[in-house]
């Protein structure tokens, strides 16, 4: 996220916040941070934070050391008694870098977390912060009526970077393996991912908080909850989905000081005014120009929170929040330039047509692998997987009626002079040393463009174009295995005696709520399109960027095509998987059956039709005797009419 410079800001140190077990950088000079331990901080740009937010030795001691630069180390915590209870040399990330150790039942006293740097000379050898656990729990934070949760922190590089690093260790673990959640919940639950589990001592990750975002939520909640925990800012837009050739606008801005049921300040007043005729050019409804009723957000600071998030945010922000134009200063959103620094865990992926992903890894090329990003969703079911960066999964298209697609970060909230909550505006984010890091690169790259250079930014080095290839091919089947969860869902919608779903009209097929947008696959469907559109065209596009691949010295392009086209086909024959039919029988595909079935699958995404008829079986055959169902001759119409988006591979615009 941020340029390869010295912190501006360390050094008279780290400033401890006592009160929530956190290291903060401080926003002075360079001259400041020159010397001592702080200049030894600020030149790896190093953060920590214990948990939770007052430790004592009834509550497991949770310890985070963040760093910007890939430096190697050993954290080790050590008890009052001097003796070492763990240590751990793994780097986690990159960038930021990252350490973590627990402790499951540290003793009462003074505990000292050391990071100990291997080839660093004198002060800057050791780094060690002290941490004090107490005998008792101490009195929690207590709600406010001020503001949903009390700030007690400041967004910036160091608070940036232990959110990244939160984001990672939540959803980490080997690329091979397939990691897929019913709910966000699920993933919040589990303290060996969750460094934040109870971290306000009030026992609030044990009542069963409810969380379960589609793809437009699954920022703000993730954001939300470590702000929330950690004490920072937080706010939201309301905005317009885009229309008539322009991006979305959002007229309106909220954050947990100022709730949408508060009265509204002069200013926005003045945006409210003007918000009715702005969202009747993006279709939308235009929002109340007086005051909302009262909240009904309960009182307490955790069910006050989940209700916050579950109800006010969740009916708030859209897919459109994402797609805002790269210049607008009124957004939730800046757009990043394309670098490995640049592209931490937390970004966010605007989809052109609706969906977003957020950023959890970044794994760096090697001698034997290609460089690989990756994210996770969430789906309307409330499902939440991890899929790796490519074209099937990343959709780009530069269109002004669609908004500015791509990567994007949350923009960074500050308090004014007042103490009220503002977000910076795109010049101050390009200033300030904390980020500096806002662009319009995205914004003039094409289609074919935004590819290649994503392809150089994860793969700096030339790649072995077979290897290139099957990694490819594992992203498809990847993707295929991911789709199969989405039409079991739908077949257990069916069995359970799930009504007919209507088909909604037009456009409006890719973005609707209810039972469609729950169990019916229009977008995941013509993403997996494109997807083997993309596998099928990867010879061709080898043979087209012969540059970028690390070409056999005694073959010509032509030769590599012909090889790779050999082995792909093999490839697809070989890599299997299974469905579960109407009865619950499992059925069997070769990846080369979707592939062929292409055709078919431009027209399986109704929920009303059985399974098999959505992973194309050939009318008659063996695979699709168990059909026992089909969506309504009516529907079957309209989804000919609609065939030619899929078959075209483009997303229509909203009205058509």
């Known amino acids: 996220m941020f340029p390869h410079r010295r912190f501006s800001g360390v050094a008279a140190a780290l400033l401890p916040i006592v009160a929530i077990g956190l290291a903060l950088v401080s926003r002075a000079t360079d001259a400041q941070a020159k010397d001592g331990a702080g200049g030894c901080e600020g030149a790896i740009g190093l953060s920590m934070l214990a948990s939770p937010v007052a430790p004592w030795k009834g509550a497991p001691l949770r310890v985070v050391f963040s760093s910007e630069q890939p430096i190697t180390a050993e954290l080790?915590?050590?008890?009052?008694?001097?003796?070492?209870?763990?240590?751990?040399?793994?780097?986690h990330g990159g960038p930021p870098y990252f350490w973590f150790a627990e402790v499951t039942a540290p003793?009462?006293?003074?505990?000292?977390?050391?990071?100990?740097?291997?080839?660093?000379?004198?002060?800057?050898?050791?780094i060690t912060k002290e941490i004090s656990v107490g005998r008792?729990?101490?009195?929690?934070?207590?709600?406010?009526?001020?503001?949903?949760?009390?700030?007690?922190?400041?967004?910036?590089?160091?608070?940036?970077?232990?959110y990244s690093a939160w984001i990672e260790k939540l959803f980490d673990a080997p690329i091979d393996q397939e990691l897929s959640w019913p709910a966000l919940h699920e993933v919040l639950r589990d303290k060996s991912r969750n460094f934040l589990f109870n971290h306000l001592g009030l026992g609030e990750d044990d009542k069963k908080l409810i969380m379960q975002p589609d793809c437009a939520d699954l920022p703000y909640f993730?954001?939300?909850?470590?702000?929330?925990?950690?004490?920072?800012?937080?706010?939201?837009?309301?905005c317009s989905r885009g229309g008539g050739g322009k991006a979305p606008r959002c007229p309106q801005w909220f954050n947990i000081q100022r709730e949408e049921s508060s009265t509204p300040s002069s200013e926005e007043k003045d945006a409210q005014a003007g918000a009715g005729s702005i969202l009747a050019v993006f279709g939308a409804t235009a929002p109340q120009t007086t005051p909302a009723k009262t909240s009904s957000r309960p009182q307490g600071l955790?069910?006050?929170?989940?209700?916050?998030?579950?109800?006010?945010?969740a009916n708030a922000v859209h897919s459109g929040s994402g797609r805002t134009a790269a210049n607008d200063d009124n957004t939730d959103y800046y757009p990043v330039?394309?670098?490995?620094?640049?592209?931490?865990?937390?970004?966010?992926?605007?989809?052109?047509?609706?969906?977003?992903?957020?950023?959890?890894?970044?794994?760096?090329?090697?001698?034997?692998?290609?460089?690989?990003?990756?994210?996770v969703d969430g789906q309307p079911d409330g499902t939440v997987a991890r899929k790796r960066f490519w074209r099937g999964n990343f959709l780009f298209a530069q269109n002004p009626s669609l908004g500015s697609p791509g990567f994007k970060r949350f923009r960074p909230i500050v308090a004014d002079a007042n103490g009220g909550l503002?977000?910076?505006?795109?010049?101050?984010?390009?200033?300030?040393?904390?980020?500096?890091?806002?662009?319009?690169?995205?914004?003039?790259?094409?289609?074919?463009?935004?590819?290649?250079?994503?392809?150089?930014?994860?793969?700096?080095?030339?790649?072995?174009?077979?290897?290139?290839?099957?990694?490819?091919?594992?992203?498809?089947?990847?993707?295929?295995?991911?789709?199969?969860?989405?039409?079991?869902?739908?077949?257990?919608?069916?069995?359970?005696?799930?009504?007919?779903?209507?088909?909604?009209?037009?456009?409006?097929?890719?973005?609707t709520t209810g039972a469609w947008e729950d169990y019916s696959t229009p977008s995941r469907d013509l993403r997996l399109l494109i997807a083997i559109d993309v596998v099928r065209g990867f010879p061709d596009r080898v043979a087209r960027r012969a540059d970028r691949y690390a070409m056999p010295k005694d073959k010509s392009p032509a030769e590599v095509k012909a090889e790779l086209e050999s082995t792909l086909a093999a490839e697809l024959a070989a890599r299997k998987f299974s469905y579960p039919r109407s009865d619950g029988s499992t059925w069997t595909l070769a990846m080369k059956d979707v592939v062929d079935r292409a055709a078919d699958l431009e027209m399986a995404y109704n929920v009303n039709d059985c399974v098999e008829l959505r992973w194309g079986a050939p009318d008659k055959s063996s695979e699709a005797q168990t059909c026992k169902r089909r969506a309504p001759s009516a529907q079957r119409a309209k989804m000919a009419e609609y065939r030619a988006w899929f078959h075209d591979r483009r997303r229509p615009a909203r009205g058509e």
């Open 107 to 126: 003793a009462a006293g003074t505990w000292h977390a050391k990071l100990t740097r291997e080839g660093a000379d004198g002060d800057c050898a050791t």
């Open 422 to 511: 503002r977000r910076l505006a795109n010049a101050e984010i390009s200033k300030d040393a904390e980020y500096g890091d806002f662009s319009l690169e995205q914004s003039k790259l094409g289609i074919e463009d935004f590819y290649d250079r994503m392809d150089d930014v994860m793969s700096p080095d030339a790649l072995d174009p077979m290897r290139a290839m099957k990694e490819t091919i594992t992203a498809l089947e990847e993707q295929i295995k991911t789709r199969v969860t989405s039409v079991e869902n739908g077949r257990k919608y069916q069995n359970g005696g799930g009504a007919e779903v209507a088909i909604p009209a037009g456009s409006s097929i890719f973005e």
């Open 222 to 238: 993730l954001r939300a909850y470590f702000a929330f925990k950690v004490g920072l800012p937080f706010g939201y837009s309301k």
């Open 136 to 162: 008792a729990a101490s009195a929690p934070i207590r709600a406010t009526s001020k503001s949903v949760w009390p700030v007690r922190a400041q967004w910036n590089r160091s608070t940036e970077n232990l």
């Open 302 to 313: 955790v069910p006050g929170f989940g209700y916050y998030v579950r109800t006010t945010v």
């Open 337 to 375: 330039p394309l670098k490995a620094e640049t592209l931490r865990p937390g970004t966010i992926y605007a989809d052109p047509y609706g969906h977003v992903l957020v950023l959890v890894k970044r794994i760096a090329q090697t001698s034997e692998s290609a460089g690989v990003f990756l994210a």
């Open 76 to 91: 080790s915590l050590s008890g009052p008694d001097g003796a070492v209870a763990v240590t751990s040399r793994e780097r």
